[in-house]
């Protein structure tokens, strides 16, 4: 098999921004596959996983009290105000100390609510070793009127310590519906918006000697004003193999997201596929069927991620006033592969023992594999198709066709 030609072919979809294996994992694979050091493929592979799938993220919030804080940090972990775990809201900053929360999903992100720098007594040099600055990614630095001096001065501490920092404007949906209550004849939007960011940009300046890019947002609504913009931003900043875990804790409430969502899965699969293709390769590599994960707990994992979970389903339900089995009919998710009962990982071992008595362990494991590779991402385009129908809700209980269904197969048979 030329593996080359087929990792440059798979990776050249990719944007940047959604890319989760570095360039330089991706050319030692190369390498090793053109010259058959399989072992060494196969153990830059297997790390490489090892990172994508369980590399901390760690994201650092920080601002005055009473500039949003707590409900950015919800809008990022996808939980309401009233959420169990949530971030309390409109409580008075009196300690000092950060606060850890971790995202709801996936437990190796942790977003930390950090004190302002104006609330302590704290100079920022000082200030960030009392916040434990090196366990962080990134820094996030919200305001909600204008950044201040403390802001600034804050920015250029993390900059001397070659850390990244985003200013985040909140609570952009108040100033928009206060203007235009106070202001119904003139009130234009963008300009409202260009004045905002001017002002902003204006009060750091006095303190930076770069223009810094500042994103206005409403942590109520996360598919609206720069909210998308910071969340591709930080993916294309991000090393990537921390790409793929920040990618599954976004909401998918865009179109885009979804889609990053989608090729970030399939390139976690493709991985995995090509780890045990070339397992499958090496003389006397042996069965591996422990290795395989099992496809039913994997696709709930799937479902999780695009907001298709039982959980999810009932609460989108409740929101639009329908049945959920009426709203599950018009998806394509759970029509997949139910033409009985027996589950997806019976199926796959039925068909790896038959093949296994034909054509032997490593072979049979590789053929195992590719099976499983399909159908991982058959479930996959079909859930992300789902997640964004949901985003049109109207449209989709309002479709009269039959649902997809999937027929099974052939090497089922």
């Given at each position: 098999m030329d593996w080359a030609s087929s990792i440059d072919a798979f990776f050249k979809?990719?944007?940047?921004?959604?890319?989760?294996?570095?360039?330089?994992?991706i050319i030692l694979i190369k390498s090793y596959t053109e010259t058959n050091r399989l072992q060494k493929a196969l153990s830059v592979i297997h790390n490489a996983l090892r990172d994508i799938e369980n590399a901390p993220l760690n994201i650092a919030v920080t601002g005055e009290t009473g500039t949003g804080k707590s409900t950015f940090i919800n809008a990022l972990r996808g939980l309401g105000q009233e959420d169990v775990g949530a971030a309390p809201t409109g409580v008075t900053e009196t300690t000092w100390e950060?606060?850890?929360?971790?995202?709801?999903?996936?437990?190796?992100?942790?977003?930390?609510?950090?004190?302002?720098?104006?609330?302590?007594?704290?100079?920022?040099?000082?200030?960030?070793?009392?916040?434990?600055?090196?366990?962080?990614?990134?820094?996030?630095?919200?305001?909600?009127?204008?950044?201040?001096?403390?802001?600034?001065?804050?920015?250029?501490?993390?900059?001397?310590?070659?850390?990244?920092?985003?200013?985040?404007?909140?609570?952009?949906?108040?100033?928009?519906?206060?203007?235009?209550?106070?202001?119904?004849?003139?009130?234009?939007?963008?300009?409202?918006?260009?004045?905002?960011?001017?002002?902003?940009s204006r009060h750091l300046q006095q303190a930076l000697s770069s223009e810094p890019r500042i994103f206005l947002v409403s942590?109520?609504?996360?598919?609206?004003?720069?909210?998308?913009?910071?969340?591709?931003?930080?993916l294309r900043e991000l090393p990537a193999h921390k790409r793929h875990v920040f990618m599954l804790s976004l909401n998918s409430v865009t179109e885009e997201i979804i889609n990053l969502k989608r090729d970030s899965l399939k390139q976690k699969v493709f991985l995995e596929a090509l780890k045990v293709g070339v397992l499958a390769a090496i003389p006397l590599g042996g069965m591996i069927m422990n290795d395989i994960e099992n496809l039913d707990e994997t696709f709930n994992l799937y479902k999780s991620y695009f907001g298709l979970d039982d959980a999810s389903l009932k609460n989108i339900a409740k929101k639009f006033n329908t049945p959920v089995n009426t709203l599950k009919a018009r998806l394509r998710f759970p029509h997949l592969f139910?033409?009985?009962?027996?589950?997806?990982?019976?199926?796959?071992?039925?068909?790896?023992?038959?093949?296994?008595?034909?054509?032997?362990?490593?072979?049979?494991?590789?053929?195992?594999?590719?099976?499983?590779?399909?159908?991982?991402?058959?479930?996959?385009?079909?859930a992300a198709n789902d997640a964004i129908a949901l985003l049109n809700m109207k449209d989709l209980l309002e479709n009269k066709e039959e649902p997809y269904i999937s027929q099974p197969p052939d090497y089922w048979e």
């Open positions: 979809n990719f944007k940047r921004e959604s890319q989760i294996l570095s360039e330089e994992n950060r606060i850890p929360y971790l995202h709801p999903k996936l437990p190796q992100v942790t977003l930390w609510d950090l004190p302002g720098i104006g609330s302590t007594s704290f100079p920022p040099e000082n200030y960030l070793t009392e916040m434990k600055f090196g366990q962080y990614d990134f820094f996030i630095i919200i305001s909600a009127t204008r950044f201040k001096e403390n802001d600034a001065q804050l920015a250029k501490a993390i900059t001397k310590m070659n850390m990244n920092f985003y200013f985040v404007r909140t609570k952009i949906d108040i100033d928009i519906d206060n203007e235009q209550k106070s202001k119904p004849k003139t009130f234009n939007k963008e300009n409202v918006l260009t004045k905002i960011q001017g002002d902003c942590s109520f609504d996360v598919s609206d004003f720069d909210f998308p913009e910071l969340q591709n931003t930080l139910t033409q009985n009962d027996e589950s997806l990982e019976d199926k796959l071992r039925k068909y790896i023992h038959h093949i296994s008595s034909v054509t032997g362990g490593p072979v049979a494991a590789g053929i195992y594999f590719k099976k499983s590779y399909y159908l991982q991402n058959l479930f996959i385009d079909a």
